[in-house]
Nanobody
Framework: QGQLVESGGGSVQAGGSLRLSCAAP???????LAWFRQPPGKEREGVAF???????TYSDSVKGRFTISKDSAKNTLYLQMNTLKPEDTAMYYC?????????????????WGQGTQVTVSS
């Protein structure tokens, strides 16, 4: 815990965009990388995943609006969020795990950041 460091959260109006960044150790960049979010009073949920080979998957709620990417040279994971909605309001966490199949529940992930808050107003 705490080996990943997120940045880029903030407050934005509906329809706006934000880009989250996550600085990670070199070893972790070779793992399955993910963004999770936890809205107030709700469980943590997976938003986007990117494998070692660069394959990506998204939750239905963000598909077509969010893009996960990574820059191994900079040891950084990104989440580009466009057309933001009030229901995207949550604490966003980056995570990593050495998984054969990239994806799954939060308890499959070993490395976590402290989170960055995203608030979308209507």
């Amino acid at each position: 815990q705490g080996q990943l460091v997120e940045s880029g959260g903030g407050s934005v109006q509906a329809g706006g965009s934000l880009r989250l960044s996550c600085a990670a150790p070199t070893l972790v960049m070779n793992y399955c990388l993910a963004w999770f979010r936890q809205p107030p009073g709700k469980e943590r949920e997976g938003v986007a995943f990117i494998s070692l080979g660069g394959s990506t998957t998204y939750s239905d709620s963000v598909k077509g609006r969010f893009t996960i990417s990574k820059d191994s040279a900079k040891n950084t994971l990104y989440l580009q969020m466009n057309t933001l909605k009030p229901e995207d309001t949550a604490m966003y966490y980056c995570a990593a795990a050495n998984l054969w199949i990239c994806g799954g529940a939060p308890n499959k992930f070993d490395y976590w950041g402290q989170g960055t808050q995203v608030t979308v107003s209507s």
